[in-house]
């Protein structure tokens, strides 16, 4: 299983694509088909269960990069290289594919790493920019930035790597969650990722709410944004976690952490504020901020080498589900340990509390111990992508 964490070869910031805008970084997963040429591609159904928004008030857009480009699939499958040329008078591309006018609607994913965008009640604003390279890139929507030109816009994606290895797909809340959404993926296994319990759309939103500290994330009926971003935006406290980073530390002052991964067990022990490993490899951990925890990364960065990148998102997922202080042996697997007590990700609690099936993406590190909202299919056959009830 790969995880989301190499699914797509990451999201960053990019100054160059405006504030709070994110460009798609180039991915090595995945075949290169020929660019501008139909490919027969994994069948798409996309099913419209809103109950709100008729089809012809959703698009999708399929876009991602594949053999070092940038690129977007058309309504036919085709791949097409983002240009920048695609940038109409108001400054924007036009890549959004309609729903069929009545019932389903049947596209066709290439092999290819990306994202598939639902866009309700009005058309998002993707803006063809040049990267840190000067290649074509796309401006992805940022929904949790004020300023952002899709900020006004209902909006929410699914991710995937479809490749030579077959497809690897999940549903996310790691920056933001709107749109409830689920996917069906069938060939070897029928799996689902990223169903809801009936009527949750609405209490994720209330009870994230009145959870103190993560009221300001909601923004009207539109979007709840991750604390991550939150925090980014003056709207989450910068400091919220340290109490409890300084407790975990703390504690493995005089006693050890076993950390357990496919590469064997690390014992940690803390000097100062250095997490200090060994076992398969000896390397040490700084003390984290709240910023490396909800966004999983600065002192918590999990490079894909086997070795310190597993036990630093180990980490990770233990201080967002506030099981690190009190477990010395991790992962812990129980859910019923997970978001003890005041200092936790209450936003990661209540999409998992409101899953059907206990599995949602709430942060980058949440694929720790099986529990993201994520599937994949050696030998896939049709995706169905459902955008669920309101």
């Known amino acids: 299983m790969i995880s989301r964490r190499t699914l797509l070869g990451g999201l960053a910031a990019s100054a160059a694509a405006g504030a709070g805008a994110s460009v798609l970084l180039n991915s090595t997963a995945g075949a290169a088909p020929v660019i501008g040429a139909a490919a027969a591609g994994l069948p798409l159904r996309v099913v419209n269960r809103t109950g709100r928004y008729a089809n012809n008030a959703i698009w999708i857009y399929i876009v991602g990069n594949t053999g070092g480009q940038q690129v977007r699939v058309t309504a036919n499958g085709d791949i097409k290289p983002i240009a920048l040329s695609d940038n109409r008078p108001d400054g924007f591309t036009d890549y959004g594919i309609p729903l069929a006018a009545n019932g389903d609607t049947t596209l066709r994913i290439p092999q290819m790493s990306g994202r598939i965008y639902a866009s309700l009640g009005s058309k998002l604003k993707f803006k063809a920019v040049k990267d840190g390279n000067g290649r074509p890139a796309l401006a992805y929507p940022a929904g949790w930035v004020s300023g952002d030109p899709n900020y006004q816009i209902v909006h929410d994606c699914a991710e995937f790597t479809y490749d030579q290895a077959g497809m690897h797909c999940n549903t996310t809340a790691v920056d933001m969650f709107s749109v409830p959404m689920s996917i069906r993926l069938v060939g070897a296994r029928d799996q689902t990722a990223g169903a809801l319990k009936a009527g949750a759309r609405s209490r994720i939103f209330s009870e994230i709410g009145r959870t103190p500290g993560f009221g300001k994330l909601v923004v009207g009926d539109k979007r709840v944004i991750a604390p991550s971003h939150g925090l980014d935006a003056g709207l989450f406290d910068g400091n919220y976690f340290a109490p409890y980073i300084d407790r975990a530390w703390n504690a493995y002052t005089s006693k050890d952490l076993k950390v357990t991964t496919n590469r064997g067990t690390f014992t940690g022990r803390v000097s100062g504020n250095q997490f200090t490993f060994r076992g398969p490899a000896q390397f040490s951990i700084a003390k984290?901020?709240?910023?490396?925890?909800?966004?999983?990364?600065?002192?918590?960065?999990?490079?894909?080498?086997?070795?310190?990148?597993p036990v630093a998102a180990v980490l990770g997922a233990a201080l967002n589900r506030a099981t690190l202080?009190?477990?010395?042996?991790?992962?812990?697997?129980?859910?019923?340990?997970?978001?003890?007590?005041?200092?936790?990700?209450?936003?990661?609690?209540?999409?998992?509390?409101?899953?059907?099936?206990?599995?949602?993406?709430?942060?980058?590190?949440?694929?720790?111990?099986n529990f993201a909202s994520y599937i994949e299919d050696g030998a896939p056959r049709e995706m169905t992508l459902t955008l669920t009830a309101f």
């Open 325 to 369: 202080a009190d477990h010395a042996a991790q992962p812990t697997t129980d859910p019923g340990t997970f978001y003890k007590g005041q200092l936790a990700n209450h936003y990661a609690r209540v999409l998992h509390e409101q899953s059907a099936d206990g599995k949602a993406y709430g942060f980058a590190f949440d694929d720790v111990a």
């Open 288 to 309: 984290p901020s709240t910023r490396d925890v909800l966004f999983c990364h600065g002192a918590l960065q999990a490079p894909n080498d086997g070795l310190r990148g």
